[in-house]
């Protein structure tokens, strides 16, 4: 079994890949003031949860995006499994040619999911990762990884609402049933999901006018289900494109 992991801002993915298909899928948060062995005890538990032994896991990839917490959880990993894991940057081989001012700038999980949605989809391809950030990336004809946008998320979006408003409570992020709210609560709700899916429209509306032609999007994330619904573009929705990239960079990298 190959244990897939992406360190996020918020999360961090475990999921276990076994024969090509995603065997279990579990998440923990994100802590940077954890040690080592607490992510190890963590990981453990997870495997443990599925019926996975540490012998069981044959090899090991991480991509992450947040430096602080990359080594503790790479040096928990290695305590669990006893093997050192493959990590997803400058070296290893992805297939992208990446057409960017600074390409190592270019974020370890923006370079996954393109593999993965390289994988399933004809290029022109645009995007869309609504996480912690939303971000927008456009990878065109051969593999060419062109460039992107960056967005606050729709919590962060939300958190900076209700933290600099006296008068606005937290919310949560329920469908909204109406664009015209009828409350304070309803009109945040409507506020915050559909103007997300509003400026998503409109956003893939420019991206292809300066692109020229016409791009199927395909949307991950976990925000993605509950905007996605929202928009009036057709939009791809993929919930595994992080484990499924993973994967595929870890045989394209894989020692004979």
Known sequence: MLLAIDIGNTNIVIGGIDGGEIAFEARIATDRIKTSDQYGAEIKSMLGLFDTKPQDVEGCIISSVVPPVFNSVRTGIMKVIGKAPMVVGPGL????????????QVGSDRIVIAVAALAEYEPPLILLDLGTATTIEVVGKGSTYLGGCIIPGVR???????????????????????VIGKNTEDCMRSGIMYGTAA?????????????GVSSAVVATGGMA????????????????LLLKGLSIIYQKNLKK
């Not at 081989?93 to 190592?104: C, E, H, R």
């Not at 958190?159 to 909204?176: K, N, V, Y």
């Not at 893939?204 to 692109?211: F, G, P, Q």
């Open 93 to 104: 081989k992805t297939g992208l040619n990446i057409q960017m001012d600074s390409p190592g």
């Open 156 to 178: 962060i979006s939300l958190d900076a609402l209700t933290s600099r408003t006296a008068q606005l409570p937290g919310i949560r992020l329920d469908r909204p049933k109406r």
């Open 199 to 211: 400026m998503l429209d409109g956003m893939l509306d420019r991206v292809e006018e300066e692109l």
């Open 225 to 240: 289900q509950f905007i996605v619904p929202l928009c009036r573009r057709e939009i791809k929705l993929e919930k595994d």
